[in-house]
Each structure stands twice: as structure tokens, then as C-alpha cells.
Nanobody
Framework: QVQLVESGGGLVQAGDSLRLSCTAS????????MGWFRQAPGKEREFVAS????????SYVDSVKGRFTISRDNVKNILYLQLNSLKPEDTGVYYC??????????????????WGQGTQVTVSS
């Protein structure tokens, strides 16, 4: 089974940018879709963004539209999430995940079967 490892998190100030990476141990091109979720302290894990196999279709939760960009490199087996104009409410642990059946729009965690261990993003005001 493919393993996912996130990196790139950190402590930044409001308005700063970060780029998260998710490296897969096996070819990501075989996965129909990949996504990013996040979990803030005391809250449930929520959908952030997703991308289909070819990278031609993406979905975002409304709160990050225009600020975050998801992309993937199927040759390097890496999923990315560019986070711009960060806000304190973006603070949380960010997880990448893979699904065998990509569906557009905001999707539940249950549709993703493979998960990484998460990377912490903290945005100070």
C-alpha cells in the first residue's frame, strides 16, 4: 500500500505563504484523486482541496479559494499545496490523502483510504 509523507509545515505570520508537499512511496498516477484535509485544535478534520489524476480538475473549500492552490507531479509522485495569504484560522494539522475514486467538490474523509501522518501549520496574528 502506498505511504504518504507530508512536509513543509511551520510557524508563520498572517499574510505569509507556505508550500506543503506530500511524497508518495508508490506512483501517484495510479490514484484517481488526491486531497488535502486539515484539523484545527478541538475541531473535526475538514476537506481543504482535491485534484484528479491528471491534475486537470481541482476543488476547494470556500474558505481557501483564491488563496490555496493544489497541484501534483505524477513523475515525482508528489502532491503540493501552496498556501498564500495565510490567516490565523488556517492553523491546524494538514493531512494529504489518496482516493481510488475521485469526485469533484467538497468530499468527506471516508472517501479517502490512504492518509499521511500530517504536518503542523501555525499562523500567528
Amino acid at each position: 500500500q502506498v505511504q504518504l509523507v507530508e512536509s513543509g509545515g511551520g510557524l508563520v505570520q498572517a499574510g505569509d505563504s507556505l508550500r506543503l508537499s506530500c511524497t508518495a512511496s508508490a506512483p501517484t498516477s495510479s490514484r484517481s484523486g488526491m486531497g488535502w484535509f486539515r484539523q484545527a485544535p478541538g475541531k473535526e478534520r475538514e476537506f481543504v482541496a482535491s485534484i484528479n489524476r491528471s491534475g486537470s480538475f481541482t476543488s476547494y473549500v470556500d474558505s481557501v479559494k483564491g488563496r490555496f492552490t493544489i497541484s501534483r507531479d505524477n513523475v515525482k509522485n508528489i502532491l503540493y499545496l501552496q498556501l498564500n495569504s495565510l490567516k490565523p484560522e488556517d492553523t491546524g494539522v494538514y493531512y494529504c490523502a489518496a482516493t481510488s475514486l475521485f469526485r469533484p467538490g467538497v468530499r468527506p474523509m471516508s472517501e479517502y483510504g490512504v492518509w499521511g501522518q500530517g504536518t503542523q501549520v501555525t499562523v500567528s496574528s
